[in-house]
């Protein structure tokens, strides 16, 4: 969950109200038919490489569902923090599906840090949830075979529920990366706010780790990019500077609100 500073640096202007789940409106964001274009080309090439003589209508309706299942993983993972963040009396109006993941919309921070340490990491947990969920039917998949809707059928059931599995893990995985105002990052606020028991010294430091992480991930970017010659590294120089701005964005808001 991200506070409503940062989501104002990221988000785009046009967004489509899809729905309403425990009293929170979710939305779509122009970039997510973005990432149901791209996601679905890179989950298509996953599904061919796996799945040797795979049709290519078959392979692109697979990509595309991962995709799906990808962005309802994100929104269970974004509910996560909403439902806990309501149960401290923080409203959250609305959640957007983004580019590279989700928002859960906050007009306040939470007012203890361990209000903030457990509404942050609801959403890792529930990614790791998801992830022994997928583990767990794979599993059953594997052990008692389902020859009854043909063996191209089982095949691509079984590496579906097996790309699931590794997505939501590393879905919880990166969250939990220190890149403030991502999961990880918000986790080490709380921990820095009860040792020094001061919010504003707290976002400091942590928004610090967060630009150093997130230029950590840009020059890797800039390396895959010019080194490896890899295109998967504008992608790391894009999250970078996002990380950037948004732990810069985090930092200066609470400045303003809490300059003690």
Known sequence: MRSAQFKKKIQWRWKLKVGRIFGIDIYLDFSWFLALIFFGFVFQRIFVQALPGISLALSWALGILAVLVLFASVLFHELSHSLVAKRYKLPIPR??????????????E????????????????????????????????????LHF?????????????????WVNLMLGIFNLLP????????????????????????????AGVGQFFGALVFVFGVLNIFVFKSFGGFWLVFIGLLIILGARASYKQVSKTNPN
């Open 149 to 165: 809707i043909g063996l191209e059928h089982f095949l691509c059931l079984k590496q579906f529920l097996e790309v699931m599995l």
């Open 95 to 108: 959640i957007t599906l983004l580019l590279f993941g989700g928002i859960a919309h906050s007009e306040k």
């Open 179 to 206: 890149g403030f105002p991502m999961d990880g990052g918000r986790l080490l606020r709380a921990i820095l706010w009860k040792t020094t028991r001061s919010f504003s010294k707290a976002t400091k430091w942590a």
């Open 110 to 145: 939470p007012e203890s840090p361990g209000a903030e340490f457990k509404i942050t990491i609801a959403g890792p947990l529930s990614s790791f949830f998801l992830a022994g969920l997928f583990f767990s039917l794979f599993r059953l998949v594997s052990n008692y075979p």
